[in-house]
């Protein structure tokens, strides 16, 4: 099972729920803005606690609140790549990918350069970069830490077509050399088609 989740969470008076056991190792999150998709990934990364529920990831369980585990959110392994990229403002694009490295990776730092197309952004900062070369960024930090799956929210919002594209092929390359499960957030179904992802729907 990739993704064995079901969980609910109530924020802001509003209730958040998922129930999906799926053996997909790609699964598109898709549902109305404000229904709980980054919540989802929250719970999922170990940085927001269900009410109650379970999740297991590839076979792992994270958390359980009828068996009391809840695996904090750093053992976890998750390569999360934000809605808002989140990279280091202080830090030039070399050690923004440095950061969180694990050596034993399925990536190393020259893959991920070549196939994210990121090598000439090294020494560039990062109030410099499109928003096309910061998401590849903060998805090639993602991949170097060595991470158990990745946890992508809507990673193309903000881009013009051109670098959609190049997003999309990245995540597909991703796919053909790592094995990893991987929980994609999206409001655009042409996204999840393109990925062949298999589609969730988040309802109010
Ligand atoms: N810290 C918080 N305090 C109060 N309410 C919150 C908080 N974080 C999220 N919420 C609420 O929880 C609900 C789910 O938010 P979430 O960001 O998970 O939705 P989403 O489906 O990812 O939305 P979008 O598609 O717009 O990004 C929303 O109603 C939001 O206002």
């Not at 020259?110 to 990121?118: E, K, M, R, S």
Request: proline share 5%; aromatic share 4%; net charge neutral.
């Amino acid at each position: 099972m990739s993704f064995d989740i079901d969980v609910k969470r109530t924020v802001g008076g509003r209730s958040i729920a998922l129930s999906c056991s799926t053996e997909s190792p790609l699964v598109a999150l898709v549902g109305p803005s404000g229904v709980g998709k980054t919540s989802v990934l929250d719970m999922v990364a170990g940085i927001a606690s269900p009410d109650r529920g379970r999740i297991a990831v590839a076979g792992q369980t994270l958390f359980d609140s009828d068996a009391g585990i809840d695996i904090p959110a750093a053992q976890r392994q998750a390569g999360y790549v934000f809605q808002d990229r989140r990279l280091f403002p202080h830090m030039r694009v070399r050690a923004n990918l440095a950061y969180g490295r694990r050596a034993a990776t399925t990536m190393n730092m020259d893959d991920v350069l070549a196939f994210l197309g990121i090598g000439h952004l090294l020494d560039r900062w990062p109030h410099s970069l499109s928003g096309g070369e910061a998401q590849r960024v903060a998805i090639g930090r993602a991949l170097l830490s060595g991470p158990r799956f990745l946890l992508l929210d809507e990673p193309l919002s903000s881009l013009d077509r051109d670098r959609k594209a190049d997003i999309l092929d990245a995540i597909d390359q991703i796919r053909g050399r790592s094995p990893i499960p991987i929980l994609y957030v999206t409001h655009d179904i042409g996204e999840a088609e393109r990925l062949s992802a298999l589609v969730v729907t988040m309802r109010e």
